[in-house]
């Protein structure tokens, strides 16, 4: 079950797409965990067509798993993290457009807005007004299916993968003999891992089929006949937010790249990302497929001047040298220890290159960790969080007499810090009574803990802003003059309003592209702490 400010988050985005009665349906279900049909019929308090048809929205939307087990029947359970997602839609059909155009960015937009089509039906759709764009929308269709922008919805994704993953270890834990040991416990929720992954890759390794293609040749009239492959119009698709994060989080690499050296290493590794986009196809991959310098110096544009952000000793280098020098700068092969490694962006071994997607997002986490500490608790506080990390667990005395801070002062900071969840105590018994008196308290940065608190902390923000959005938007003043401005005449000519209401319309499209803004940051917050930590690991915070 989701928290409580998750809770509400998802409640008011499912209100806001579906309306009320769906979102009584989700309020259930977040509060009381999985229910059946009888169950939400009981607490929902709703005529039972009406409950139907909302758990029909929600299951066509992905929001809803359902399970059948011999004790409870058929149960409903509630995914929070697909309903977290729609946060991003707007981003998605965005991208989509800078890949492949307007035809692009409405298969994507047309798909969001059902859950899951089949190819028919998308194209009879957008080419309704227009059949000749038929074809053009197919051409794109396969484009997204083939590049695994969209993926088939199968049986198993309606499923709650934590149910198969514990069954499976259950299973993997039954074939131990005796007392398991840690490490074969270790084993065995590896092995069910790839059991259910495996699982996944050949549900969803439909989509494309092989057609059978008649040719002529133009020297002879026989026919030649070849294969190619084709959209499936029996499998119905939906989009593939994994795919569409990685470019999410190549742009904040990119970022952290230019943050650190300049605007040219930012540049070098906007192409090392390039180079290697096709086959990025899920955050979850520790480290790029390799590359070459020569594939990186490709994409460089004629325009891009690398000379500007390195000091050579030649006066014109050429492009691939400057590729060569930034990639060993981002590798940090000047400094080989351990802190060194911690700060590369880029590993180079073999004559190839590769991007540390995991050392990188690990920092990027560490960096939003520290922003906060310093915003609540100023650079006192920033201090003692990076002694915890670099150092590991330390008392109150050995905190105060490293970070050179008096006693009186570090201590209502730790109390602050652990208030806020930035800290945790290691209590360290020295007799077996566990007497407090008699006991060492070590402090130490947890940071699955801290980062979940973090992210509890933007889900309420993320809440306040759809508030305070709503709120403006009901205000008379702005309510009377956006019901005015939906008439036809109004809507094509808005100089039909008044000054003063054109100056009211004017403040509130102000107001909501600055809650709009501020919702993006905080959703890259959110990106960061969430999503990245699956960099190298398949479980969720």
Same mark, same amino acid.
């Given at each position: ?24 349906? &989700? ?49 409903? /359970?509630?995914?929070?993290? /697909? ?22 960015? /409405? ?63 259950? +299973? ?81 690499? +990119?970022?952290?790249?230019? *943050? ?5 290493? &930012? ?90 997607? *995991? ?15 310093? *915003? ?73 803990? &801290? ?42 000519? /808005? ?13 509130? +499209? ?28 398949? *479980?969720?915070?």
């Amino acid at each position: 079950m989701a928290d409580a400010d998750t809770s509400r988050l998802c409640i008011q985005i499912v209100q806001s797409h579906f309306g009320p009665l769906t979102a009584n349906v &989700a309020s259930a279900l977040l509060t009381r965990g999985r229910l059946s049909l009888v169950q939400l019929i009981r607490y929902t308090r709703m005529k039972p067509r009406i409950v139907r048809a909302a758990i029909l929205v929600l299951v066509q939307q992905n929001i809803l798993w359902h399970s059948k087990t011999e004790e409870e029947g058929d149960m409903l /359970e509630f995914n929070t993290l /697909e309903c977290l997602m729609r946060l991003r839609f707007g981003r998605f059909v965005w991208q989509a457009e800078q890949l492949f155009g307007p035809s692009g960015a /409405e298969i994507v937009q047309l798909i969001l807005d059902h859950g899951k089509l089949q190819p028919p039906d998308i194209i009879s759709q957008l080419s309704f007004y227009n059949p000749k764009s038929s074809s053009l929308y197919s051409q794109t269709l396969y484009k997204l299916v083939s590049g695994a922008y969209l993926k088939p919805s199968t049986l198993l994704s309606h499923h709650s993968p934590r149910d198969k993953r514990i069954k499976y270890e259950a +299973e993997e834990k039954a074939k131990i003999s005796g007392f398991p040991t840690a490490k074969e416990l270790r084993e065995a929720q590896e092995t069910a891992e790839a059991r259910l992954k495996r699982e996944e890759e050949e549900a969803e390794s439909v989509g494309l089929k092989r057609k059978r293609k008649d040719q002529i040749s133009q020297r002879s009239t026989k026919r030649k006949v070849s294969e190619e492959d084709t959209v499936d119009d029996e499998v119905y698709f939906r989009v593939n937010f994994d795919k569409f994060n990685t470019y999410i989080r190549n742009e904040l690499v +990119e970022m952290a790249a230019g *943050e650190r050296f300049n605007r040219s290493a &930012a540049l070098v590794m906007r192409a090392t990302l390039k180079a290697t986009e096709a086959k990025q196809t899920s955050i979850s991959d520790p480290r790029s497929d390799p590359t070459s310098t020569a594939a990186i110096a490709m994409l460089i544009s004629d325009d891009d001047n690398l000379s500007i952000g390195l000091v050579t000793s030649t006066k014109k280098a050429s492009s691939a040298s400057l590729v060569k020098d930034y990639l060993g700068l981002m590798s940090a092969v000047d400094n080989p220890t351990p802190v060194g490694k911690a700060s590369s962006f880029i590993n180079l071994s073999d004559n190839k290159v590769y991007v540390e997607f *995991e050392i990188i997002s690990r920092r990027l986490r560490r960096r939003v960790l520290e922003a906060v500490a310093r *915003e609540r608790h100023g650079d006192d506080g920033v201090r003692i969080v990076r002694l915890l990390l670099d150092v590991g667990k330390m008392d109150e005395k050995q905190i105060a007499k490293v970070a050179m801070m008096p006693n009186n002062a570090v201590r209502p900071l730790l109390a602050a810090l652990s208030s806020d969840f930035l800290i945790s105590t290691q209590e360290v018994p020295r007799s077996a009574d566990r007497n407090p008196t008699r006991t060492f308290y070590l402090w130490h940065v947890d940071l699955h803990k &801290a980062y979940s608190a973090l992210l509890g902390h933007l889900y309420k923000t993320l809440y306040n802003v759809g508030v305070r959005r709503q709120a403006e938007q009901e205000e008379p003043t702005v309510k009377a003059v956006l019901a005015k401005r939906e008439r036809t005449d109004v809507a094509q000519d /808005e100089n039909l309003l008044s000054r003063m209401e054109r100056d009211v319309l004017k403040e509130w +499209e102000t107001k909501r592209e600055k809650l709009t803004v501020l919702e993006m940051r905080v959703e890259e917050a959110v990106f960061i702490l969430r999503d990245l930590d699956k960099v190298g690991s398949k *479980e969720d915070i």
